[in-house]
């Protein structure tokens, strides 16, 4: 199966001029083609780290990342925005729609940016409005939606221009459990579709609806399990490894 | 800690508050500058007319006083805007709302005093050089010093202190009117999107136009009436295109093929969502830039044409009527040399008119001259004394007119009411007791300078000349090698004519003295609001959109994260920046030349080059508050 990201022994140091902070050691992952992968972990064990060095927004320390055969360790800030813009796309916990503009418009945002013809961009927003549910709502502002309906719009701008990579934020972070469900098996669609998938949660029940769940503990990947029962199943495998891993931080105290 | 510490080390932390600080001293800096000119002592001793020109300047700074207060309530609007959050966190640690009032009280205040004592060392230190300046173009020689004005600092302190009390009792209303939350949402206000209202928006436009059309003829026929309802027009129109027709066409542009290109989706969105708390603010400016440019305009052109102007008004360095050897003899015994000299026997007759010459068409000078049935006074040259005149002053000698024939004189030069060329024979007669004239020639040829009023000559041929009854009265014009300057020569002939001085002589160089002087004052004036208008329409704005990008920044930082590389957003700011500033630029621009047009056709001056002078320096500093402005937002968003 083909690799769509592959970060070789990437690490993330801050320095500062008295203090150096390890905020990730010396990791190495790979991401296939049509995956769901979810990275887990407690607060400040360096997921959040993780994800901008897999996203691009920040730059490693040392290593390389590959993200659909290109190196982008080495791009300059153009370049990344470019390749950015194309390869991937965002779905964040804050949901990060543009108040300014409609939600047609911030679904089209991304194909705009890719200076398509405004019919092609047009009918591509209107057929993952309507994959996302939410066909109804394009001339609507954000401020006029409700969480689940915003994270859908955020969704939908990170799947039009068909990125090789979504990378999600906390996605369910700010949305009740019915919205959430109601987002993870719009992305679960997605994924059957072919679309690839990385998700940052520290949300059990979030990160079982992934087909492999990654677990970050102080900067280092802990371990990983991958689905082959049932969600449910899935659920409890996660909750234990969860156990786990608090049982390890409760022994260090 | 009490709250004067707290106050004080808040002012101390004058990086974060610099541009507010900015502000206010450079307000200051410009209110007492213009005080000490007023008031300075070098130049009330040089000219006695220059205290009777404190009209000017007491307009002048009435105006100052009102832009400062709105200058400074608009900086202070955005470092209020700024500070919300800090507010809310003094709350939530438990200070009362009355302390925080208070501390707010303390610090405005505070600031003014910083601002007032660099303010009033800068301005002592700018005033000599303003003063400098104001007497050269006075046309003034004196050496300006450094000097405090007593007056001028009491005068500055009073202003300000009551703009500043007002702007610490808004701090405090803030204060007491917002809840905690709201305090801390200050930055996450809802932009709502405004309703598009057509009709409104073609009416608006529509205003401006009519205001437009009324400054051609209407205007020039009927100048009271007309006059406040183009302003109406024009004011209103200006309000409306801002608040409405800008929405009307942002819209419009949102449903264009482009609008779905790269950034623009960005940047349609942004300032659909502002246009409408920017209404205002770009309408006043507009109206200021229109009137700023139209005065400044005004006032450069005046003073361009000054030569001009006094040449018209007195187109030889000296006539006088009487005493002519007693006067040649007193002018050859000064440093003056005598270009040349004519002399002309006029005879001055009182009849009335009949018909006018066709070119004379022009309804308002119908009364000047007496036309309208009554009767006036016309003077009478021989053609011999006119083919004499035309030829000292380079004229185009016309031919001799018949013994029932004559050729129109203007006495003066300038409003070119007679056209040089009449289509003969005009078949219009002039009609006296004696006889009467067909007009077959018309052209500008100054008899003399003398006549108060202005009135119209006639050259007839030398026997119908000697036939008119009156005593003729010797004429003689003097031209000088340098009328611009007076040795005492002006006096001593007044001197000599005594109480004849103001009927038998008429001399260039005082009312060159004194037309300098005064246009010099206006010019200065004028110049010196525009410069301060200037300034702050270009800070409000640029406060403005400081204040837009601090509640902008979230926007940039999501299309940072979706791949909107830098030039891209430095694209997106530069155009938003540059819609700002050239919205009101140019319809004030606009507006502007209409007026300055108006002004042509009244002053019949070319004023294209003074014109373009004033706009050129307009939009150079415009330019460079727009780079200054395009920086400051990158800074924050980027």
């Known amino acids: 199966m083909k690799s769509i990201l592959h970060a070789e022994q990437i690490t993330k140091v801050y320095q500062t001029k008295n203090a150096r902070h390890e905020a990730l050691h010396p990791t190495t992952l790979t991401i296939h083609q049509s995956e769901f992968v979810s990275i887990m972990g407690p607060s400040g064990a360096g997921k959040s780290t993780l994800l901008n060095l897999l996203s691009t927004i920040d730059q490693p320390t040392d290593g390389t990342i590959h993200i659909n055969g290109e190196d982008v360790t080495g791009m300059r800030e153009k370049q990344l925005a470019r390749f950015r813009r194309e390869q991937l796309g965002f779905i964040f916990q804050d949901f990060n729609l543009l108040d300014t503009m409609t939600v047609e418009e911030n679904i089209a945002l991304p194909l705009a940016l890719q200076q398509l013809p405004k019919t092609d961009i047009l009918a591509r927003v209107t057929s993952v409005a309507q994959e996302l549910g939410i066909s109804d709502l394009l001339k609507k502002r954000p401020v006029e939606l409700s969480g689940g309906q915003k994270q859908r719009t955020a969704a939908a701008r990170a799947i039009v221009h068909q990125p090789s990579l979504i990378l999600a934020d906390e996605p369910t972070g700010a949305l009740d459990s019915k919205s959430a469900t109601g987002l993870l098996e719009a992305m679960v669609r997605l994924n059957e579709q072919g679309a690839t998938i990385l998700m940052v949660t520290h949300d059990p029940m979030t990160a079982s609806y992934a087909e492999r769940v990654l677990f970050v503990k102080d900067g280092e990947l802990f371990r990983e399990i991958h689905q082959f029962g049932t969600r449910k199943e899935f659920f409890e495998q996660i909750m234990e490894v969860q156990r786990e891993l608090g049982g390890a931080a409760r022994e260090l105290v | ?638």
């Not at chain 2, 007319?49 to 700074?61: A, C, P, Q």
């Not at chain 2, 100052?64 to 700024?82: E, K, P, Q, V």
């Not at chain 2, 030069?413 to 078949?427: A, I, Y």
């Not at chain 2, 007044?494 to 001085?501: M, S, T, V």
Request: hydrophobic share 45%.
């Open chain 2, 1 to 638: 800690m009490n709250l004067f510490k707290l106050a004080f080390r808040n002012l101390k932390n004058i990086r974060q508050n610099m541009m507010y600080l900015g502000a206010v001293t450079f307000a200051i800096l410009i209110y007492y500058t213009f005080l000490a000119i007023r008031s300075n002592e070098a130049m009330l001793q040089a000219n006695e007319s220059y205290e009777k020109l404190g009209t000017v300047f007491t307009g002048s700074s009435v105006i100052l006083a009102l832009f400062s207060a709105i200058f400074i309530w608009y900086s202070s609007d955005f470092f209020l805007r700024r500070r919300k959050q800090e507010i809310g966190l003094y709350a939530l640690l438990g200070l009362e709302r009355q302390q925080i009032a208070k501390l707010m009280f303390l610090e405005t205040m505070g600031y003014g005093i910083i601002g007032l004592l660099i303010g009033v060392l800068f301005g002592t230190i700018a005033s000599k050089y303003f003063v400098q300046l104001l007497a050269y173009v006075m046309g003034m020689n004196i050496q300006a010093d450094f000097s405090m004005n007593a007056d001028a600092i009491g005068q500055t302190i009073l202003v300000f202190l009551t703009i500043f009390l007002l702007i610490a009792l808004r701090s405090a209303r803030t204060i007491y009117r917002f809840t905690l939350i709201e305090l801390f949402q200050a930055k996450q206000q809802v932009e709502t999107i405004p309703k598009v209202h057509p009709v409104l928006a073609v009416l608006s436009v529509t205003l401006i136009a009519v205001g437009y059309y009324l400054t051609g003829k209407p205007l020039l026929e009927h100048f009271t009436l007309v006059a406040p309802i183009l302003m109406v027009c024009i004011i209103v129109g200006t309000f409306g295109t801002m608040s409405y027709f800008t929405i009307f066409l942002l819209r419009l542009l949102s449903k264009r093929l482009r609008h779905y290109q790269g950034t623009n989706l960005i940047l349609h969105g942004q300032l659909v969502s502002r246009i409408k708390s920017n209404a205002v603010m770009l309408s006043t400016i507009t109206v200021i830039t229109a009137v700023t440019l139209t005065t400044v305009g005004t006032a450069t052109s005046i003073y361009y044409y000054i030569d001009q102007t006094v040449e018209e008004q007195m187109p030889y360095s000296l006539s006088i009527a009487s005493q002519q050897q007693a006067a040649e003899k007193l002018i050859r015994e000064s440093n003056q040399t005598i270009e040349s000299r004519t002399m002309v026997n006029v005879k001055n007759v009182t009849h009335s008119l009949e018909e006018l010459p066709n070119p004379l068409s022009l309804t308002t000078s119908y009364q000047t001259f007496g036309f309208d049935g009554e009767k006036g006074q016309f003077s009478y040259i021989s053609y011999s004394d006119y083919e004499k005149l035309a030829k000292s002053t380079g004229k185009n000698v016309l031919a001799e007119p018949d013994s029932d024939e004559a050729i129109v004189l203007e006495t003066f030069k300038g409003n070119d009411l007679l056209k040089e060329t009449v289509r003969s024979p005009m078949g219009v007669t002039i009609k006296d007791d004696h006889s009467s004239f067909r007009i077959t020639g018309a052209t500008n040829l100054p008899l003399t300078q003398l006549y108060a009023k202005k009135r119209l000559a006639f050259a007839v041929s030398d026997d119908a000349f000697a036939m008119i009854p009156e005593q003729a009265e010797m004429l003689t014009n003097y031209q000088f090698s340098d009328e611009r300057s007076d040795d005492g020569l002006i006096q001593r002939l007044e001197q000599l004519y005594g109480k004849q001085a103001e009927t038998d002589m008429a001399a260039y160089y005082p009312v060159y003295a004194m037309t300098t002087a005064t246009t010099g004052l206006l010019a200065f004036a004028a110049g010196f609001l525009g410069l301060v208008f200037l300034l702050a329409t270009g800070s409000i704005i640029y406060f403005k959109m400081l204040a837009e990008a601090e509640e902008s920044k979230q926007r940039f930082a999501i299309i940072q994260k979706i791949g909107v590389d830098e030039q891209e957003q430095t694209g997106i700011i530069r155009r938003l920046v540059g819609f700002m500033f050239s919205l009101p630029y140019l319809l004030g621009l606009i507006h502007s030349l209409f007026a300055m047009q108006v002004l042509q056709k009244l002053l019949n001056y070319n004023l294209v080059l003074p014109m373009s002078l004033a706009i050129g320096c307009y939009t150079v500093v415009y330019l460079m508050y727009y780079w200054i402005t395009v920086r400051a937002y990158r800074q924050i968003v980027m």
